[in-house]
């Protein structure tokens, strides 16, 4: 048997990636463990935005500014090293639907701590400018430093990058857990060992025995691929009752639904009669001329609090766990994966914000 790596991570999705990459650069010898596939999980979605004004009213993100710094410089990395173009700097442009949004919104703009450039309190007719057709009460939020992310092409770059740098992934084959002097991982094809193991493995967490417990709960979301029968004439996201987000020319995603009661994890014609409904407030008439081309699904691993878990696994020795990033998936998993290797190698506190004890 080969000697044992020094990491052992099981999900090769956001979390899983970010973490291989932080444990492989400060030297590590890693794999990454997925019995379905790369981006197997809700990081399969095919098009994310990265917004740090989340929520109705645009509240400013936990840490906004170093998950966006670590992310993008993440994003950087990746596509310069591979040479594909995974993401846009297109801002998001979230328009206000009822005065309330509106004057909870620009509170929140100004009150909120931001630094400079990150968000701007537009009116209705800068927004009406900005992007014709949009329906807006009393102006909105434009957030220049968002994001407009290809999940698994990000994801695959990523996979790409790992290879060259000896990570080795085994995805497709199930596997069983033992936990000896090491980590002992087994497949039908072989047996290997790790002194570390992190789980990664999002909602699929909850069907690992030393992760069962941990307070995630899932949430199914739906999106939709929308195709207009004339040229798009806006390159930014919009967030309002949702979201969408050009990927061509004259095509868009449309997400997403927070299904927190499901029967099963595939896109169903409920979930796109929810979106276009909304998305008819959002756009009328981009919405009457446009048709569905096709749908994905997803489950989200949720907390309490909607933030990431990050710590030791109770109970266990050497093994840790980084999930839970819910909706914002993008914003957390660079900067987590960067807390959990200080945790790791440094013995840096993870913040209580995150920390594992917070439940
Ligand atoms: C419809 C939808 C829209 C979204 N939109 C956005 C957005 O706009 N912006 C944003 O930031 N986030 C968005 N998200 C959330 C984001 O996708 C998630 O937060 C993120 O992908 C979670 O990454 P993860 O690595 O924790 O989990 P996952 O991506 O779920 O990865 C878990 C991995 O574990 C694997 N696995 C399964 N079982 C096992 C096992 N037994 N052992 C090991 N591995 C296993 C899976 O195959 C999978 O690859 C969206 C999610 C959905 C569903």
């Known amino acids: 048997m080969r000697k044992p790596y020094d990491a052992c991570i099981l999900g090769a999705g956001l979390a899983g990636m970010h973490t291989a990459l932080e444990l492989q650069e ?46 993008n410089s993440r994003l950087e990395q990746l596509s310069k090293s591979t040479g594909k173009e995974f993401y846009r700097k297109s801002g998001v442009l979230r328009p206000a639907l009822s005065i309330k949004i509106a004057n909870r919104m620009q509170e929140n703009v100004t009150h909120n701590d931001w630094l400079p450039g990150m968000v701007e309190w537009k009116s209705s007719s800068d927004i009406e400018k900005m992007h014709p057709g949009l329906t807006c009460v009393e102006g909105g939020v434009w957030i220049p430093v968002g994001l407009t992310v290809h999940i698994p092409e990000y994801i695959t770059a990523m996979h790409s990058y790992l290879e060259t740098k000896d990570v080795d992934f085994k995805t497709g084959l199930d596997y069983q857990l033992e936990e000896t002097e090491h980590w002992k991982i087994t497949t039908n094809k072989e047996s290997f060992t790790a002194t570390k193991l992190i789980v990664c493995a999002g909602i699929y967490s909850k069907s690992l025995i030393i992760t069962k417990n941990l307070p995630f709960h899932a949430v199914k979301g739906q999106t939709a691929q929308l195709r207009s029968n004339s040229t798009l004439n806006f390159d930014h996201a919009v967030s309002a009752q949702g979201y969408f987000s050009k990927i061509n020319s004259n095509e868009f995603i449309l997400g997403s639904t927070y299904e927190h009661n499901f029967e099963h994890e595939k896109p169903d014609q409920k979930g796109k009669q929810y979106m276009l ?83």
Request: net charge positive; proline share 7%.
């Open 26 to 71: 400060a030297g590590l010898s890693v794999c990454v463990v997925d019995p379905k596939s790369i981006a197997g999980g809700a990081s399969g979605t095919p098009v994310g935005l990265a917004n740090p004004a989340t929520g109705r009213f645009a509240n400013r993100s936990w840490e906004a500014e170093q998950c966006l710094t670590i992310l």
């Open 277 to 359: 409904k909304r998305f008819r407030n959002v756009q009328p008439d981009l919405a009457d001329h446009s048709e569905v081309i096709s749908q994905w699904a997803g489950v989200r691993a949720s907390t309490p609090d909607r933030k990431p878990v990050i710590g030791a696994i109770p109970g266990y020795k050497n093994a840790f766990v980084f999930a839970g990033l819910g909706s914002k998936g993008l914003l957390y998993s660079a900067y987590g994966a960067r807390i959990l290797k200080e945790y790791l190698l440094d013995n840096a506190p993870v913040p209580e914000a995150l920390s594992i004890t917070r439940f």
